[in-house]
Structure formats: structure tokens, C-alpha cells
């Protein structure tokens, strides 16, 4: 599967953004996703997660109350709405999909067989 990570920009803390993610090539809704992300200098994080019918969502501690991710299996879509973004949110967003756990999730990054490439999230103080 082929997947277009979108929607990244420079927003001011406390602001909004929606990452979108689209998938071509093969059922999307046969796999599970998820969003990391990498500052400079620092290792690939998870950030969240969903099941491939959408019914089971995970997030780190760091964004939890704060991003939301769902999925829309007719479009073939993943998104991350994320709020009250802060400056240390700033980093590459990547989205992933794998087929290994379904119908389940994964939060570790070594479960993902697919992956985006990644858009660009800056947050200023």
C-alpha cells in the first residue's frame, strides 16, 4: 500500500492542524494505522493508533486529550486532528499502516510494514 501523508504547517501554539493520510494499492481497510512523528535529533515516536474498523483508538501520554485520529475506510483515509499544539509538537509526521495485528493495533513502529513521507509540523511559541 501507498500512502500521502498531508496538511502540515507552521502554526502558533495553542492552534490546530489536520494531518491527512491516503492510501492506494490495496484494501485499506485491512490495516491497521498509525501516526509517529521525529523532531531533529530525536528518535521516531508513536503518537497514535487505530484498528482498522476504527473502533480502537491509542495515543501517547504527550497528546493524549489533545489529538484525535480517525480513519474514513470509504475514502481510504487516515487523519489526526490535533489541537492545542505546542512547540514541542514540532516535528515530521509520519503515517504508517501494517496488516500484522489486525484486528488489533500496534504502538511500536517495528510492527509497520508501510509508511508515508512524512509532513512537516512546526509549532512557534
Known amino acids: 500500500v501507498q500512502l500521502q501523508a498531508s496538511g502540515g504547517g507552521l502554526v502558533q501554539a495553542g492552534g490546530s492542524l489536520r494531518l491527512s493520510c491516503a492510501a492506494s494499492?490495496?484494501?485499506?481497510?485491512?490495516?491497521?494505522m498509525g501516526w509517529f512523528r521525529q523532531a531533529p535529533g530525536k528518535e521516531r515516536e508513536f503518537v497514535a493508533a487505530?484498528?482498522?474498523?476504527?473502533?480502537?483508538?491509542y495515543y501517547a501520554d504527550s497528546v493524549k486529550g489533545r489529538f484525535t485520529i480517525s480513519r474514513d475506510n470509504a475514502k481510504n483515509t487516515v487523519y489526526l486532528q490535533m489541537n492545542n499544539l505546542k512547540p514541542e509538537d514540532t516535528a515530521v509526521y509520519y503515517c504508517?499502516?501494517?496488516?500484522?495485528?489486525?484486528?488489533?493495533?500496534?504502538?511500536?513502529?517495528?510492527?509497520?510494514?508501510?509508511w508515508g513521507q512524512g509532513t512537516q509540523v512546526t509549532v512557534s511559541s
Open positions: 504508517a499502516g501494517t496488516n500484522r495485528v489486525v484486528p488489533g493495533l500496534t504502538i511500536s513502529l517495528h510492527d509497520y510494514e508501510y
Open positions: 487505530i484498528s482498522w474498523s476504527g473502533s480502537s483508538t
Open positions: 494499492g490495496r484494501t485499506f481497510n485491512n490495516y491497521a
